[in-house]
């Protein structure tokens, strides 16, 4: 079914729909309320938001979204810990998808599953920069890196929708449903005990993103290009 405002909190999922297949984390953020955002996905990957205003201010904690309510990070010292369940290990094929606000020209942990500093050899980073390109993820077995980066997307204030699938083979970035680049023979990824964790690096809890995220979904398949389009123009086509 299409929803053409975020599903208010008890909204089901269709788990006939196809793009449920597979789905490893899936964190709406539609609570509008508390220090907990709910996995859908069943898995029980709860996010814990992390010093987070409560009651919310305009920097910080529950705040309008891009449809309905979202999470506004003050790049100061929020974070979301959504834990180290077994099904956010991604050391095989997987996609990583959620949409943000970007503002400013800064550099920002928006997802991390790294056990090293930003820019080191371990886990997963995805990251806002100061400078072009805007976006960057780093996919590395602990030894080596395998980078992808968007030359294409530049900071201002509206969400867009940001995507990496990865297989064995490749590893593509989509930013708004469009392809950007891939990197061909992508490293492993390396497993870590850090908690999957929105907002800042999972290793040192630094590199603090400041903007909005408004829904983060993990799936362990790699999405096709026409899911990933279908995700952007219908982004909660997955509910009943």
């Known amino acids: 079914m299409s929803h053409l405002s975020k599903p208010i909190l008890g909204t089901q999922l269709n788990w006939a ?8 984390g899936f964190w709406l953020m539609n609570e509008g309320h508390g220090n907990k955002i709910q996995d859908l996905s069943m898995n029980g990957n ?3 938001l992390t010093n987070m205003a409560f009651p ?5 904690g529950w705040n ?8 506004k990070f003050d790049g100061v010292n929020d974070s ?8 956010l290990n991604l050391s095989q094929d997987f996609t990583i998808a959620f949409w943000a606000l970007n503002p400013s020209a800064l550099l920002g942990m928006i997802i991390s599953k790294t056990d090293v500093v930003i820019g080191g050899n371990g886990g997963i980073q995805m990251f806002f920069r100061a400078s072009n390109p805007y976006f960057r993820m780093l996919i590395s077995d602990g030894s080596a890196a395998g980078a992808l980066a968007s030359t294409t997307y530049a900071p201002d204030n509206n969400f867009h929708f940001f995507v ?3 297989n064995n083979l490749v590893a593509n970035m989509y930013i708004d449903g469009i392809f950007i680049s891939k990197l061909n023979t992508p490293q492993k ?3 870590v005990s850090q908690s999957f964790t929105i907002g800042a690096n999972s290793f040192d809890g630094l590199t603090l993103f400041s903007g909005k995220v408004d829904q ?3 799936w362990k398949r790699d999405l096709s290009a026409q899911e990933v389009l279908q995700l952007y123009t219908d982004p909660y086509c997955m509910f009943k």
């Open 164 to 166: 990496i699938t990865r």
């Open 56 to 60: 919310p201010t305009a920097a910080s």
């Open 17 to 24: 729909h196809p793009l449920n297949k597979g789905l490893a």
């Open 189 to 191: 990824v390396k497993t």
């Open 216 to 218: 983060v979904c993990v």
């Open 64 to 71: 309008p979204g891009r449809k309905g309510i979202g999470l």
């Open 46 to 48: 709860v996010g814990t």
């Open 80 to 87: 979301v810990n959504c834990g180290n369940g077994l099904t």
